[in-house]
């Protein structure tokens, strides 16, 4: 049996574009750290992961404080004021793995790190600052940078400089000597990266899947994080040809994968999802999509084709479904042929949709998915 797939919406490259949320915007499901608890005598252990820092339940009077303080404890020193006329908040989140600290989050204040600052030791690195909403400036030795909204600029954490944040920023802090190899460095600091620099915006995407991920990878997926991460940067600011080459190699690609897989994933249920569309929506050829799934040792269609049993699978074995008709689960799924699905799920699972349907309802299903 075949459905009517008149009706449904079609994914098109501007559909794809468009729905893109900010995964890492979601700041609420992070663990959050009370400032007191960073700052008193015994802290409790560390979390794993993500940690969120909000202050909205102490005294406005006290956060800027507050804030200056935590952050000292984890070597990083400003001087923070509350921005005239408007009240001082801290809401963000911090995702630190050896050799990148990744920051999230609003803040309305200013920053000033000046001599005084400086004299108690900052650690030699670089910090891209991606502004995401409202605004964002940054002061350094007569020089004064706003970025919009989607702007990027990287700067130096061992200069004197002002920062001024309304809105909601993320900033990545990374050794300078992983950067060595880039020529001019210096050069290249408070420069403005605008915000559709295919570099940046696969920066983002990728962070994005990997903000979450990251908590359970072992050190090798960390390191492989950090060095794509490296490279993207890299790309930002200009790096040589044979460097370029290198990162779009190894760092550009996996990110590119990364973000194809997403789309793939939130459009499981559209049965026109193609490579075709999808090479349009991420500006690239159909034959390079492919190419990025054979290096997995795999391809575009088995990839889709992997993903939808998984998901029918799950909803299948879902007690809470058992209503559902099994040609509903294929069908939302991306099946438009229910005899297809039932044949391409048996050859996956070893096992009938009605079969593990039917386990579920008698309260619960064994894991019968075979690797890819």
């Known amino acids: ?91 963000f989140a911090i995702n630190p793995i050896p050799g990148l600290t990744m920051v999230l989050g609003g803040l309305r204040g200013s920053g000033k790190r000046g001599a005084r600052e400086l004299s108690f030791g900052m650690r030699d690195e670089l910090a891209l600052m991606v502004n995401l909403d409202g605004v964002h400036q940054i002061e350094r030795q007569n020089r004064e940078l706003v970025l919009g909204a989607g702007e990027a600029a990287f700067t130096s954490c061992s200069d004197i400089q002002t920062r001024t944040h309304d809105g909601t920023i993320l900033a990545l802090r990374v050794p300078r000597t992983s950067f060595a190899m880039v020529d001019g460095l210096d050069d290249r600091l408070l420069r403005r990266i605008p915000s559709d620099l295919p570099a940046l915006r696969l920066l983002r995407s990728y962070l994005s899947a990997a903000w979450d991920h990251q908590i359970d ?81 795999t391809t575009f269609s088995e990839y889709l084709l992997g993903q939808r049993l998984a998901r029918a699978h799950e909803l299948l074995a879902d007690p809470r479904g058992r209503t559902e008709k099994i040609s509903a689960v294929a069908f939302d799924c991306g099946f438009g042929d229910v005899s297809y699905f039932n044949r391409a799920f048996r050859r996956r699972y070893g096992a009938a949709p009605s079969d593990v349907r039917a386990q579920a309802r008698r309260g619960g299903v064994a894991s019968h998915r075979r690797d890819n």
């Open 217 to 297: 990878a072992g050190p090798d997926l960390q390191r492989s994080l950090v060095t794509h991460a490296y490279d993207l940067m890299a790309m930002m600011m200009g790096a040589t040809r044979d460097l370029a080459a290198l990162a779009q190699e190894r760092g550009v690609a996996a990110a590119r994968l990364a973000a194809i897989k997403r789309d793939i994933v939130r459009h499981l249920a559209s049965p026109d999802l193609s490579v075709a569309v999808l090479a349009l929506a991420h500006r690239c050829t159909a034959r390079s999509i492919q190419r990025l799934f054979e290096r997995e040792g």
């Open 1 to 91: 049996m075949k459905r009517d797939l008149t009706s449904l919406p079609a994914v098109t490259p501007e559909s794809l574009r468009t729905a893109r949320p900010d995964a890492m915007r979601g700041r609420s499901r992070f663990e959050t750290v009370s400032p007191l608890a960073i700052l008193s005598a015994e802290p409790g252990p560390r979390p794993s992961g993500p940690v969120r820092w909000s202050f909205t339940d102490q005294p406005e009077r006290e956060r800027p404080t507050l804030l200056r303080e935590c952050l000292a404890r984890a070597g990083v020193h400003y001087d923070f004021r509350a921005l005239p006329d408007a009240p001082f908040e801290v809401d």
